[in-house]
């Protein structure tokens, strides 16, 4: 079944090489994907192996405090719809920079705003290439040589393929795909938990008010997996827990909107309309799938229990497993393997075209090198080297649930793009100054809390220092898991800041222009879809 996906999706890529004809169609498909189509894409770049498996994990483990991970990811679409598909659409051509260089001083803002594109999509990769080594560990572990190093390796090397030879189109078609795929196995496994409990909303809620299991220290206990706590309690965390929801509901909400891999999806559509169309589609099928991971998560805790699942990634699988048997179990394994290599890919073409796009034909040759083929050919190289950095940090990082680590992505394109797109779009008086120093602070700030925070420091005891669970064997500086709320102002101030500490008269002179684009869509890039 692995080999079926595999095969059909690599059928896919040869055909979408085939059209590949131009920058246009290697970035942005040609802008030929319709609304409902690019609704489909764009939930299948959003549904990745952080939802399926990483939330799903995380609901069985905490319960309510799991499901509120779910609640931000959904509320955040509301901030793309609103704020940034339209404008963003109507004024940039394949990435984000092109809507900050639209008025202000180019080179220096692409450059910086390549650096956060490609950290952002490097940290987001890394969370699914982990859930991709950890599920076909799981898959094939009867073969003794399968590590989960060379697991993630041959997802790396599969995601490079898909990106070099069938860019964009490839990407979007293997993501619709996907998606349909993963919301079909999705709704089946959550009408099995169901059946678990005869159909009975009141039987399957007793269950979890009422659950039952062994903890970590061999007590058997029964607790209320309703009740909030469990995760961001202030007695499980030193008080910090309920502050600590709030930063990652923050980093969540804000930061879907400066996700590169979502934000350059609404450059393959024709035009604004459509783009708010598909936006619209994306809520609706995220909005059911985020529901039925509450099935996913709650039945692997009350049919499982939380002392028998592996690791938090695998709750859904191991469901599948028991309630459908070793076929189903392989459908859905196959299905999230698909997952993570369609967003994967996705993340690295946004990676790769901001580098051959912003950094490559604007930084270094000053916006003169107009050709597209030599675009290509550096976003293709950039894919080989983003592939490998990608590979090496998974496997360091492999045993980080990888709901947790896209959250800090997530905080990081909160912190450093969200600021700069927002102000670009709605404030006259943002100047260069004030892009370089909010894409600077908002992304230096975050990376360095991040390492600071309980995340990656901490004294682990003897009987869990070989799982590595700690990177730095240390004291946490930073009290937060997720630097969100402290980041993401920090973003905006320096922003603010930078933009009144020197004013720029040529870019309030053309912000009128770009406010009329942005809203209107005159002077930007139509196409007809077919």
């Known amino acids: 079944m692995f080999l079926a996906f595999v095969v059909a999706t690599l059928g896919i890529t040869v055909w979408a090489a ?38 799903s994990g995380m609901i069985a483990l905490y319960g309510y405090d799991g499901f509120m991970y779910s609640v931000g990811w959904l509320v955040a679409y509301l901030t ?118 005869d159909f009975s909303f009141t039987k399957f809620f007793e269950a979890i008010a009422h659950l039952t299991y062994t903890d970590k220290s061999g007590v058997e206990v029964t607790k209320n997996f309703l009740e909030p706590g469990m995760k961001f309690g202030a007695d499980v965390t030193h008080g910090w827990g309920p502050l600590d929801l709030l930063s990652l509901g923050l980093a969540l909400v804000f930061g879907t909107a400066g996700l590169p891999h979502i934000l350059v999806r609404f450059y393959t ?54 309630l459908g048997g070793s076929i189903f179990f392989a459908f859905i394994s196959a299905v999230a393997f698909a997952t993570i290599l369609a967003v994967v890919a996705g993340l690295t073409i946004s990676a790769s075209a901001s580098f051959a796009h912003d950094f490559y034909s604007n930084v270094l040759h000053h916006g003169r090198e107009n050709c597209p083929s030599m675009e290509v050919r550096v976003a293709r190289i950039t894919a080989f080297v983003v592939g490998a950095i990608s590979i090496f940090l998974a496997i360091k990082l492999q045993n980080v649930n990888v709901a947790f680590l896209v959250g800090l992505a997530f905080a990081v394109a909160a912190s450093a793009n969200l600021p700069v797109i927002v102000l670009s779009i709605y404030w006259k008086k943002f100047s260069t100054t004030g892009a370089v120093l909010g894409l600077a602070v908002g992304l230096l700030s975050s990376i360095v809390l991040i390492i600071l925070s309980p995340s990656l420091m901490g004294i682990d005891g003897p009987e869990i220092l070989a799982a590595k669970r700690h990177l730095i064997q240390a004291n946490a500086i930073f009290p937060l898991t997720n630097p969100g709320i402290v980041s993401i102002p920090l973003g905006f101030f320096a922003a603010i800041i930078g933009s009144l500490m020197k004013r720029e008269p040529q870019a309030e002179a053309k912000f009128a222009e770009l406010k009329v684009r942005a809203h209107t869509g005159l002077g930007a890039e139509q196409t007809t879809a077919p």
């Open 269 to 322: 559509v024709p035009d604004a309309k459509t783009a708010r169309v598909s936006v619209v589609w994306a809520m609706v099928i995220i909005g059911i799938f985020y529901i039925l991971t509450t099935f996913l998560g709650f039945g692997a805790a009350t049919i499982l229990k939380p002392d028998h699942i592996v690791t938090d990634n695998m709750a859904a699988p191991q469901l599948a497993e028991f």
């Open 80 to 197: 793309v719809l609103l704020v940034i598909a339209e404008p963003l659409r109507n004024v940039g051509k394949y990435t984000m920079a092109d809507l900050l260089a639209f008025r202000l001083t180019p080179r220096p803002v692409r450059a910086m705003a390549s650096l956060s594109t490609i950290t952002v999509s490097t940290l987001y990769m890394v969370a699914q290439m982990i859930g991709a080594g950890a599920l076909v560990k799981l898959l094939l572990q009867d073969l003794p040589w399968l590590t989960t190093e060379w697991a993630i390796t041959g997802v790396g090397v599969l995601m490079v393929v898909y990106v070099v030879f069938g860019g964009m189109l490839a990407t979007t078609w293997v993501q619709i795909i996907k998606a349909i795929l993963l919301m079909t196995g999705t709704i089946f496994l959550s009408i099995l938990v169901m059946e678990h409990f």
């Open 18 to 55: 085939k059209k590949n004809t131009g920058a246009s169609a290697y970035f942005a498909a040609g802008r030929s994907i319709t609304g409902w189509q690019n609704g489909l894409a764009v939930a299948g770049d959003y549904m990745s192996a952080a939802s399926f498996l990483g939330i």
